[in-house]
């Protein structure tokens, strides 16, 4: 167990937490929405620090991230738990564990039990041992994934505080949940942001994923201008939020941000609890192209399916190919120092 820093202590040994949106009101023995932050005697503790559920050398186009230190490797960690419920995770068997757990633990009144619990999922990962990988394997940055980081926050703060000081970069992959306080104390150390926009629609975050819509635009916002580099992605499900007009307000929302944020549209396949809704198809995805084009964006990729057409980068000037993506494998031709070497077009992004 490790004490939380982003938390409030309140009258009669209760807790806020500070880390997500979700501002969860703790009361003792108890945990927040994510399963995985408890209160014991007034004072708030992260129960994962430490204990990675997975790590993996990934490469960071998986993020997806296509404008960041393309074509090298990320050291990528995650945890048990999420402070979102999507019925349509993929790695719901560890981020959604936690809850089961905790609902069980509080029908058995037991739930004062949840830090031995939790202690049982993963293995020992702490900060030092992570920046030694990296620095062993020559591995640039870090990427804090597979479950939403911003709720093992001190975790994530710790590790990417040390990985600067060696040079090595840091990413959350994330669901855009960070709170203000959480987002301003990483900022020094964070480098990049891949945020899902899941949909534009309130009822979409309230009944698919307990959550809302605009704490996530503003964090939107707050990132891009922290100067944090930031890339978005639209998982699109069909029914659900592949609409014309859905669409359309996802990618003006974007466009009036920054015409030069990176869109991944990726293609949906069934699970976890929509394995009754198709597979997105190239159509759908090709209609969410064209409509974030006449948007304005300027870098937009299709995802989690073979489409090398939309998977490129070219210059928004000259039309030239920069970079030439076919799965993870990467070209890159007519493209030095984050210029276009045909036209001298500057392409935004952080390139070494
Ligand atoms: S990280 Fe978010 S979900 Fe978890 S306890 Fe804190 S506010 Fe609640």
């Not at 840091?170 to 900022?187: I, P």
């Amino acid at each position: 167990m490790h004490e939380a820093i982003l938390y409030k202590k309140l009258e009669n040994n209760k807790v806020q937490c500070t880390a997500c949106k979700q501002y969860c009101f703790i009361a003792p023995n108890n945990t927040g929405t994510c399963g995985i932050r408890q209160n014991k005697d007034g004072k708030l503790y992260l129960l994962v620090y430490g204990k990675a559920v997975s790590a993996n050398a990934d490469p960071i186009e998986k993020k997806p991230l296509y404008h960041f230190m393309p074509s090298t490797e990320i050291f990528s960690i995650g945890t048990v738990g999420c402070n979102f419920s999507c019925g349509f995770c993929q790695n719901w068997d560890t981020s959604q564990i936690t809850k089961d757990l905790k609902n069980k633990l509080l029908k058995e009144k037991k739930i004062a039990n949840i830090d031995a619990e939790i202690g049982k999922f993963g293995y020992e990962l702490l900060p030092e041992k992570i920046v030694e990988i990296c620095i062993e394997k020559n591995i640039p940055s870090i990427a804090y994934t597979y479950n939403e980081p911003s709720i093992f926050l001190e975790y994530a703060y710790d590790t990417a505080k040390l990985a600067n000081k060696k040079g090595i970069k840091n990413v959350f992959v994330t669901n855009g949940y960070e709170s203000e306080e959480a987002l301003n104390l990483l900022k020094p150390y964070l480098n990049a942001m891949n945020i899902d926009l899941k949909s534009f629609n309130d009822d979409f975050y309230k009944k698919i994923c307990k959550a809302r819509l605009q704490p996530v635009l503003d964090t939107i916002k707050l990132a891009h201008k922290l100067g944090i580099w930031i890339e978005i992605t639209t998982l699109v499900i069909p029914g659900k939020n592949d609409s014309d007009e859905e669409l359309k307000k996802i990618t003006d929302f974007i466009s009036t941000v920054d015409k030069n944020i990176p869109w991944h549209v990726t293609a949906f396949h069934p699970d976890y609890k929509m394995t009754d809704v198709p597979s997105t198809t190239y159509e759908t995805l090709n209609k969410a192209f064209t409509i974030g084009k006449k948007s304005g964006l300027k870098y937009l990729y299709v995802g989690n399916i073979l489409d090398e057409e939309h998977s490129n980068t070219s210059c928004p000037n000259c039309n030239t190919l920069l970079i030439k993506r076919s799965g993870y494998s990467v070209n890159i031709e007519n493209f030095e120092n984050g210029t276009c070497k045909k036209c001298n077009e500057k392409i935004p992004g952080v390139w070494k």
